[in-house]
C-alpha cells in the first residue's frame, strides 16, 4: 500500500514524535483513522487528516472518543488497517471498547499520548500514568501488547511496528507515548520502501462454507476472512465459541479466555524488546521507557564516568513485560531502580518479577516534568553503597 | 422439520431464538429478511451491526456479516465499516435503549453527518434484558423496574429526534404492519443515506405485564386498532402518548442532501486537486 507517491515521505526530516508517529502509521499502510480533539495528542489526527485524503484515505472527527474507537474497529473489519490517538481522559473513555477489541481479536492501534493525571490533570504536560490502566484498565482478563517510543525516530519505527504486531496478534496494540516525546522535534529518518517490512491482513484460504471465524490457527491466532465475500461470519463481544457463536458455558469461556492470554504469553519471547546498556558487568540497573529512559541513559553513562558499575535496561515493549529478562538480572546485580513518572506502576511489576533478588528501587514523581539525569545519579550511587 | 422461506437468510443452527413468546422482535426480523429479498440487494454485500439487548440480538441470527458490537456503539462500528467498505450495505438493528440513550449522542452525530447506513430502531418502551427497567421511551406513569411508583420522565419522540438531527429518510411502523414494515425497510435499503425506522413492539414479559396492558396479542390488537397511516406527517406532530389512542404511522422524511463522504467537498475535490496538480 505504500506505492503510492506521497505516501511515504523518504528523507531525513526535522519532526516531532506526533508527526512521526502519524507517518508510521500511513507507512505501515493505515489509511483509516477516527479521533476526538485531546491535548497533547491532537496533531497527530490533524496531521493524518491532511495527508490521507490525497492518498485515498479517511480521517474523521467523531463525537467523543467512544465513538472513534469504535469507528476504527469497524474500519478495520470493513478491511481497512485503523487506528485512533489520544490522551489520558480519552483513553479511559476508550477502555471499554479495548476490551471489545481483544475479545473479538481486532487488529488495532490506539496512541495514548500520557499527560498528568488522574482526571483533567495537566493536560500540557507529561506522564507515564496510564501504564498499568493500558494493561488492566478494560475489565475481564485479557492481553495488549504496549509499545514505549523514547524519541520521534522510535514514534515512527514503533508505529509500523505496532501494526505489524497488530495484525500478527490480533491484539490491540497501545503506542504508550508521553507529553515530551510527543512535542520534541529530533532528526526522523524515514527509509526507503523496500526497507520497510510491513504486514499485510492476511486472510483465510478456507472456503466460506468450511470457515470459523474462531478456530485458532497458528500460534492461536484464528484467521480472519473478508466482509462482504459470502462468509457470513459472526462477531460478537459475547463469549463465542470457533463458529464467532455465542456461548454461555464455563467450559468456552476459560477456553476462549486462556487462548486470548496463552498467544501472547506463549509468543512473549517474540513480541518484547528492550535494550541494554552496560548491563554485561552492572552492579545496579536502572529500568526506564520513554522518555525517562533518556535522562536514565545520561545518569548511568555519568556513573560509568564515576567508576560506578551501572546500567540501562530500555523496556520498548513494557507489555508483555521482559519478565525474565528482570528475573535474571535480579539474580545477579546489587540493585534494581525503576524511574518512571507515576508513583510506582511498572515498579510493581519490576519488583514482581525481581522476586526479592537483587533490592527493588523506585525512583519517580505524579509527573508534570521530567528527572533530572542527577537525581537518577543520586539513586545510582545511593544503591551502589547498599 | 419443515423448512420456512426465510430459513436461507437465517442462521438456521442457532435457532430457536432467544426472544419471549409474544415478543415482537421476531416478527421485525421476518419482515426485514423479507425486505432485503425485495430490495433485491445482494445477500454477500449486506452487514448488520447490533448493540446490546433484545433486539441486538438480531445480527446473530441473521445470515449476513454479522456483528453484535457494545452497548450504544453500533452506529460508531457501523459507521468505520461503510466508511471502510463502501461497497457493504450496513444496517444497524437494534432497541432504543442502546441506540438513543447510551448510544444517543451517535445517533445524532450520525443522522447530522448523513452517514450512509440505515438504522432500524425496535421501540418496546423498556429495557428488556437486563429486566424492564426505564427507556427513553417509556411512558410517563409506567411502571418499571427502576420506576416502582411510576416513571415521571417525559417520553422521546424517537422520530423527531433522528428527522431534526438530519435523517434524510424517517419511518415508523409497528409490528402488526410486517408488510409495510418490509417495503418501508426495502426502501431505506436501496436508498442512501442516513435513514431511521422506528418499530413499536411488545414486550409483553416487562412492560405489557407490568403495567397490565395484557399479552403480546392484547398489544398487536391496540396496534391495529389505533394506528393511523399518515405518511408526510411532521415529526414533531408523531409524538407517541398513550392517552391519545392514537399511533400515527408510515414514512414522514423523505429527502436528499450529501451523503458522508460522498460529498464534492471532501475527499473527492482533494482527489481532484492531486490530479491536478
Ligand atoms: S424481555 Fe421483552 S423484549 Fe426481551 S425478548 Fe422478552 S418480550 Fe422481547
Not at chain 1, 516525546?181 to 524515514?190: D, F, G, L
Not at chain 1, 499485510?200 to 485458532?216: A, I, L, S
Request: charged content about 20%; proline content about 6%.
Amino acid at each position: 500500500m505504500c506505492a503510492e507517491p506521497l505516501a511515504l515521505l523518504t528523507g531525513v526530516h526535522f519532526m516531532d514524535g506526533n508527526s512521526a508517529v502519524c507517518e508510521g502509521a500511513i507507512a505501515a499502510g493505515c489509511r483509516f483513522a477516527a479521533g476526538y480533539p485531546i491535548t497533547p495528542s491532537t496533531e497527530i489526527m490533524e496531521r493524518f487528516a491532511s495527508r490521507v485524503p490525497r492518498l485515498g484515505g479517511i480521517c474523521i472527527q467523531m463525537e467523543d472518543e467512544c465513538a472513534s474507537i469504535m469507528a476504527c474497529i469497524g474500519a478495520v473489519w470493513g478491511g481497512a488497517k485503523a487506528f485512533t490517538a489520544t490522551s489520558g481522559p480519552g483513553f479511559s473513555l476508550m477502555m471499554e471498547s479495548i476490551g471489545y477489541a481483544a475479545m473479538t481479536e481486532t487488529p488495532l492501534v490506539v496512541v495514548n499520548v500520557q499527560r498528568a493525571g488522574p482526571s483533567t490533570g495537566l493536560p500540557t504536560m507529561p506522564a507515564q500514568a496510564d501504564m498499568l490502566q493500558a494493561r488492566w484498565g478494560s475489565h475481564g482478563d485479557y492481553r495488549v501488547i504496549a509499545l514505549c517510543p523514547n524519541s520521534p525516530q522510535e514514534c515512527f519505527d514503533l508505529a509500523i511496528k505496532a501494526f505489524n504486531l497488530a495484525e500478527t496478534w490480533r491484539v490491540p496494540v497501545l503506542i504508550m507515548m508521553d507529553e515530551v516525546v510527543a512535542h520534541m522535534s529530533e532528526r526522523v529518518v524515514i527509509p526507503t520502501l523496500s526497507e520497510i517490512a510491513v504486514v499485510q491482513r492476511r486472510y483465510t484460504q478456507v472456503r466460506p462454507g468450511e470457515y470459523q471465524p474462531y478456530r485458532p490457527a497458528a500460534r492461536g491466532v484464528p484467521e480472519m476472512a473478508p466482509v462482504g465475500k459470502g462468509f457470513f461470519m459472526h462477531v460478537t463481544g459475547l463469549t463465542h465459541d470457533a463458529k464467532g457463536y455465542p456461548a454461555m458455558d464455563p467450559e468456552t469461556q476459560d477456553a476462549l479466555v486462556r487462548r486470548f492470554t496463552a498467544k501472547i504469553d506463549s509468543n512473549a519471547d517474540d513480541i518484547i524488546v528492550y535494550e541494554e546498556e552496560e548491563i554485561a558487568d552492572a552492579e545496579v540497573v536502572v529500568v526506564a521507557y520513554g522518555i525517562t529512559s533518556r535522562a536514565a541513559a545520561a545518569a548511568v553513562e555519568e556513573a560509568r564516568a564515576l567508576g560506578i558499575p551501572a546500567g540501562l535496561l530500555r523496556l520498548v515493549t513494557a507489555w508483555p513485560f521482559p519478565e525474565k529478562k528482570v528475573r535474571e538480572l535480579s539474580g545477579r546485580v546489587k540493585a534494581l531502580i525503576m524511574v518512571e513518572l507515576n508513583l510506582g506502576q511498572m515498579f510493581l511489576e519490576m519488583d514482581r518479577c525481581a522476586k526479592g533478588g537483587a533490592q527493588s528501587i523506585f525512583l519517580g514523581h505524579a509527573g508534570g516534568s521530567i528527572h533530572r539525569p542527577e537525581a537518577i545519579l543520586m539513586a545510582i550511587q545511593k544503591a551502589a553503597q547498599l | 422439520m419443515n423448512s420456512h422461506p426465510s430459513d436461507s437468510y437465517l442462521r438456521t443452527d442457532r435457532l430457536p431464538h432467544l426472544w419471549c413468546p409474544g415478543c415482537g422482535i421476531g416478527a421485525t426480523m421476518n419482515s426485514f429478511v423479507e425486505a432485503v429479498k425485495l430490495s433485491g440487494i445482494s445477500r454477500k454485500s449486506l452487514a448488520v451491526v447490533s448493540g446490546i439487548g433484545c433486539s441486538g440480538r438480531v445480527a446473530g441470527y441473521l445470515k449476513a456479516d454479522s456483528f453484535h458490537t457494545t452497548h450504544g456503539r453500533a452506529i460508531p462500528f457501523a459507521t468505520g465499516l461503510a466508511l471502510a467498505n463502501p461497497g457493504l450495505r450496513v444496517a444497524v438493528y437494534s432497541g432504543e435503549g442502546d441506540l438513543v440513550a447510551i448510544g444517543g449522542n451517535h445517533l445524532l452525530h450520525a443522522a447530522r453527518r448523513n452517514v450512509n447506513i440505515m438504522v432500524v430502531c425496535i421501540n418496546n418502551f423498556t429495557y428488556g434484558m437486563t429486566g424492564g427497567q426505564l427507556a427513553p421511551t417509556t411512558p410517563i406513569g409506567s411502571i418499571t423496574a427502576t420506576t416502582p411508583y411510576g416513571s415521571t420522565e417525559m417520553p422521546c419522540n424517537l422520530v423527531n429526534l433522528a428527522a431534526s438531527a438530519g435523517a434524510v429518510f424517517v419511518a415508523r411502523w409497528t409490528v402488526f404492519h410486517v408488510r409495510q414494515l418490509a417495503c418501508t425497510m426495502a426502501e431505506a435499503l436501496v436508498r442512501r443515506g442516513f435513514s431511521f425506522i422506528e418499530v413499536l413492539s411488545p414486550c409483553p414479559t416487562l412492560h405489557l405485564q407490568r403495567n397490565n396492558l395484557g399479552h403480546g396479542e392484547t398489544e398487536m390488537r391496540y396496534f391495529k386498532e389505533y394506528s393511523r397511516v399518515a405518511n408526510n406527517t411532521s415529526p414533531v406532530e408523531a409524538g407517541l402518548d398513550r392517552r391519545d389512542r392514537k399511533i400515527i404511522v408510515g414514512t414522514f422524511v423523505k429527502r436528499e442532501r450529501a451523503v458522508f463522504f460522498d460529498s464534492p467537498d471532501s475527499v473527492t475535490l482533494v482527489r481532484k486537486k492531486k490530479v491536478k496538480a
